[in-house]
C-alpha cells in the first residue's frame, strides 16, 4: 500500500490529562516495527473501562492517551518478522496477549500472558507508536481503538471470518466477550442453577447471556436503573430487582427470594461494595461469586467465616478466554446466531462524539455505543 512504511496522519481522540474531556486531535502513527501490526480502525465499543481510566482511576496507565479497547478493523501494514497478518486482513486487536510460548499461555489455569502489554507499565512511553504535538502519546491497553489508526503487536491481534461485520463484532474485544466468559468459563454455571448478576451493562447483560447459556434455571437481574429490567429479559433473566425498591441490604432480598442464596453470583458494576453484596447473596455452603467489574484503586473486604463457611470468590480477566484463539470463535458463534451482539448496540456515533458516548453510558441511557471512523 501507499502508506506502508511511512508515518500516517489521522484523527484521533485523545485524553491529556484525567477527569477532562477528550478531544479530537490530528496525531501521527509511525510505522510498525518488528513483530507489529499497523492497522485501520473502522469501528469501535466506547467501555466503562475506558471512562475508569479517564475519570476515576486511571493515573497509573499514563497521560496522555488514546482510550479504545474494544475495536476491529483492517490490516494496513506489518513490520518485520510479521507472518500471520497480511495487508487486507480484517482484525481484532486485543488488550490480552496470547503469545503461546510462555508459562501463563501453555497453561489451562489461565488466559493471561507474561508479553501482556500492561506486565511493563515503567516503558510506556517507549511502546507507543503514536505522537502529538510533538508529544509521545501513550497507547492505552496497547490497542488505542479511539484512533483512525493504530498498532498493535502481533501476539496482540487476531484474523477473523472477512464476512464479519466490524461494527458488530468490534464488541466481542471486550465486554460481550468478557461477561459472557465469566459465567460460563470463571463461574462454570451449572444447569438448573440459580444465578444473580449485578450491574446490567454490556458485561452484566452478557453475563446474563453466559448463564443462560449454561443452563441456569434462574437467573436475577440486579441493577438500580429500572429501565434495564427489559433488556435484562431479553438476555435471559427470569427476575429483575431493584435494590432501590427494599429497605434491607439486597443480600438478604436475595436469600429470602432463593431460599438461602444464588448457586452462582457475578458482580459486573465495577463497585467494591457492590462485591460484597454479590458474596454474601451466595449459599454459604457451595455458592460461587465473580468478580468482573474493573476497579484498581480501591480495596474489597468481607468477613473470613463467609468463606471458611463454603464460599467461593473469584476474578475473571477477559471472561477467560485464550484471546488469540479464543476470538474468532467467539465471532463464529454470532455469524451462526449461537450469541448475541446486536442487541448490545443502542447507538452508533461518529469519533467526533466520544463524549457524548461517555455521556450516554454513565446516565443509564445506552447498553453499547459503537463509533465508527
Known sequence: MATTGKVIKCKAAVAWEPKKLLTIEEIEVAPPQAHEVRLKVVATGVCHSDYYILYEGGKEHGFPCVLGHEGAGIVESTGPGVTRFKPGDKVIPLFVSQCGE?????????????????????????????????????????????????????????????????????????????????????????????????????????????????????IIAVDINKDKSSKAKEFGATDFVNPKDYKKPIQEVLMEMTDGGVDFSLECAGNVDVMRCALESTRRAWGVSVIVGWVDVKDVSTKPVDLICGRTWKGSYFGGWKSVQSVPKLVSDYMDKKIKVDEFITHTLPLEKVNEAFDLMITGKSIRTVLKM
Not at 483512525?148 to 496482540?156: C, K, L, N, W
Open 102 to 218: 510462555c508459562q501463563l499461555c501453555l497453561s489451562d489455569k489461565t488466559n493471561q500472558c507474561v508479553k501482556n502489554w500492561t506486565v511493563d507499565e515503567k516503558n510506556m512511553e517507549s511502546k507507543s507508536r503514536f505522537t502529538c504535538k510533538g508529544k509521545v502519546i501513550i497507547q492505552f491497553m496497547g490497542t488505542s481503538t479511539f484512533s483512525e489508526y493504530t498498532v498493535v503487536r502481533e501476539v496482540a491481534l487476531t484474523k477473523i471470518s472477512d464476512s464479519a461485520p466490524l461494527d458488530k463484532v468490534c464488541l466481542l474485544g471486550c465486554g460481550i466477550s468478557t461477561g459472557y466468559g465469566a459465567a460460563i468459563n470463571t463461574a462454570k454455571v451449572q444447569p438448573g442453577s440459580t444465578c444473580a448478576v449485578f450491574g446490567l451493562g454490556a458485561v452484566g447483560l452478557a453475563a446474563v447471556m453466559g448463564c443462560q447459556a449454561a443452563g441456569a434455571s434462574r
